[in-house]
Nanobody, 124 residues
């Protein structure tokens, strides 16, 4: 079965950096669009970035320049590098996979099919 496991979260001071990882298993990771999302307390879940099977990426404007999404297909792992962390980045971060494929655009505005359990990022 599909499994996505996030790691790398933690408590950091503003201005610090983190690299989140998402280990995927149970499907052909290289084929599909994957993305990162976050949900802060009392707020709706927000799509942050996506990366397609060809390496093309999208980001929401608020994270451009600070967040970098990447994937290592040999390791079936998705990454999110975050620099210059801000208190407003505090949230639970989730990875997810979109199994639509084909002509559908890889973007976090689309419905994603399988989700990890999340990793907490707290910035003080």
């Amino acid at each position: 079965h599909v499994q996505l496991v996030e790691s790398g979260g933690g408590s950091v001071q503003a201005g610090g950096s983190l690299r989140l990882s998402c280990a995927a298993s149970g499907y052909t990771f290289t084929t599909y669009c994957v993305g990162w999302f976050r949900q802060a307390p009392g707020k709706e879940r927000e799509g942050i970035a996506s990366i397609d099977n060809d390496g093309s990426t999208t980001y929401i404007d608020s994270v451009k320049g600070r967040f970098t999404i990447s994937r290592d297909n040999a390791k079936n792992t998705l990454y999110l590098q975050i620099v210059s962390l801000k208190p407003e980045d505090t949230a639970m971060y989730y990875c997810a996979t979109d199994f639509s494929g084909g002509s559908f655009m890889c973007h976090t505005s689309r419905p994603f099919d399988d989700w990890g359990q999340g990793t907490q990022v707290t910035v003080s």
